[in-house]
């Protein structure tokens, strides 16, 4: 059965600090892997994906994930946190034969502290 | 401007009660999908749409139905809400014909409970 895990319900990071986000997936096939985004009282929006090509993917915000076939990891970095990056981050994942459907991860809430 | 909307955004009723909240997006996309998102289990799919009359069915269907007359239009409709369908609804879109189907735009939401 295809999943996706995100480890760890809260990641609290001092401002300025790098962070890490962290996903694992299970799919058969080939994946596609996503990362999106959840501000207070806001919809989701789209950060990365992971398609094929590098394995480090850079998208909105500053933000990049790093693909690892071996350890079936998409772990989503940034350099340098900004308190306005605290929010809830979830990590998606599609099969290659899937009808577009994405499994979701329960979310990583974030905090980022002044 | 480019958005996805949904009505009502919040919504208190009572079981068996009939309920649609509706979703709207402007960009013509023909992938639209619904969401329900509950504490720790993430978002699971209700139901999705490939394009116009054309649905299926997402993870969690049950109790829940859907229809797609128009393209940019995709209600979701409680016949019956019972009170584990209190949960927190999102709709979205993304374009298939760009092969960004998964780039999906989310609306804000709908908290729906059900007493």
């Known amino acids: 059965a295809q999943s996706v895990a995100q480890p760890e319900d809260q990641v609290n990071v001092a401002e300025g600090n790098p962070l890490t986000v962290k996903c694992t997936y299970s799919v058969s096939g080939n994946p596609y892997l996503f990362w999106y985004v959840q501000y207070p009282n806001r919809g989701l929006q789209f950060l990365l994906k992971?398609?094929?090509?590098d394995n480090l993917v850079k998208g909105s915000y500053g933000f990049e994930a790093e693909f690892n076939k071996s350890q079936t990891s998409f772990h989503l970095k940034k350099p340098s946190a900004l308190v306005s990056d605290s929010a809830l981050y979830f990590c998606?994942?599609?099969?290659?034969?899937?009808?577009?459907?994405?499994?979701w991860g329960a979310g990583t809430k974030l905090i980022i502290k002044p | 401007e480019a958005q996805v909307t949904q009505n009502p955004r919040y919504l208190i009723t009572v079981t068996g009660k009939k309920l649609t909240v509706t979703c709207s997006q402007n960009?013509?996309?023909?992938?639209m999908s619904w969401y329900r998102q509950d504490p720790g289990l993430g978002l699971r799919q209700i139901y999705y749409s490939m394009n116009v009359e054309v649905t299926d069915k997402g993870d969690v269907p049950e109790g829940y139905k859907v229809s797609r007359k128009e393209k940019r239009n995709f209600p979701l409709i409680l016949e019956s809400p019972s009170p584990n369908q209190t949960s927190l609804y999102f709709c979205?879109?993304?374009?298939?014909?760009?092969?960004?189907?998964?780039?999906?735009?989310f609306g804000p939401g709908t908290r729906l409970t059900v007493t």
């Open positions: 960009m013509n996309h023909e992938y």
């Open positions: 992971y398609i094929t090509g």
């Open positions: 998606a994942v599609r099969s290659a034969d899937s009808n577009y459907q994405l499994i």
């Open positions: 979205a879109s993304s374009a298939i014909a760009s092969g960004r189907a998964e780039e999906q735009y």
